[in-house]
């Protein structure tokens, strides 16, 4: 998988305080493409894929059989790159901070905007993501400390295999939060209530339950270096859906960049209205 942009690009004060319409305006710029933790906190954050409009019917088909990690919010018109739906003046081929693209089932490279690459039977979907609900546990007392450091998440493939759809198929992806033991229950609570962005975690505590070897060495993001007292926590995650891409094998699919998310103008703790529960 493409490592994102300047991953460590540290994020700018004035950004800390500004709308999602904003953001989207700074990233469409070019001034900012690292991850969006911790931005427009209380607004809905997304994964993005683009794909041809022949297999998008698949893609869905996936979604619906793997809901916790690719809850759909969202298919768009083929050749339709805003989103009306999701906030005034969305663009998908500039206003995320980083892009990935998969060319041919092998990991490529990253990009700022896609405007170049984007076709008349492109089809942009919009799954859910758990930055939406990082402001609800803080708001619940919960530290999160990667976003006190202004840092990312973790994540990690899993030796979890997902259900398959069409051409789409590959293992679970995971993200992982460093939680305070106390914490755990509050959190389970507080995120069961986002199944649009998750839900609550899909596992607590020892790590090879989930095949991984080494908590400090996440495949995406950065190491959360777990603290005395606290416990690792993993929530589904999007980039599930990146992994069955690349297994797929289309000739080109793009996706946002790990932790570069679309921040939509949407609350984050709404259910966005084009979701349907599965």
Avoid at 2 to 26: H, S, T, V
Avoid at 27 to 49: E, I, K, S
Avoid at 70 to 95: E, Q, S, Y
Avoid at 96 to 101: E, G, K, Q, S, V
């Amino acid at each position: 998988m493409a490592a994102m942009i300047d991953p460590m690009n540290e994020k700018p004060a004035e950004f800390k305080g500004l709308a999602p319409a904003a953001l989207r305006a700074a990233f469409r710029a070019g001034g900012y493409r690292g991850p969006t933790t911790g931005l427009a906190p209380g607004y809905l954050q997304c994964n993005l894929v683009i794909i041809p409009a022949a297999v998008a019917g698949f893609f869905t088909d996936y979604c619906a059989a793997n809901p916790r990690p690719c809850p759909l919010l969202f298919a768009g018109d083929p050749g339709d790159p805003t989103l009306p739906a999701m906030g005034a003046g969305i663009d998908v081929r500039t206003d995320l901070p980083a892009y990935d693209l998969h060319r041919a089932g092998r990991p490529g490279e990253t990009v700022s905007d896609i405007v170049g690459l984007w076709r008349d039977d492109s089809v942009a979907l919009l799954l859910g993501c758990s930055l939406t609900f990082e402001e609800a546990l803080v708001a619940a007392g919960v530290r999160l400390r990667h976003l006190e450091r202004g840092g990312d998440i973790a994540a990690f493939r899993t030796d979890r295999t997902t259900t398959p759809a069409g051409p789409f198929a590959g293992d679970l992806v995971v993200s992982m939060r460093a939680i305070a033991e106390a914490d755990v229950a509050r959190s389970r609570s507080v995120t069961a209530a986002f199944p649009y962005a998750h839900g609550a975690p899909l596992h607590v505590g020892d790590p090879a339950a989930l095949g991984i070897a080494d908590v400090e060495q996440p495949d995406w993001g950065e190491a959360p270096g777990l603290q005395p007292g606290e416990t690792a926590a993993f929530w589904a995650c999007g980039v599930t859906s990146h992994l069955a891409l690349v297994n797929a094998g289309l000739p080109l699919a793009i996706t946002h960049s790990p932790g570069a998310m679309l921040i939509a103008d949407l609350p984050a703790n709404e259910p966005p209205p084009t979701w349907q529960p599965s």
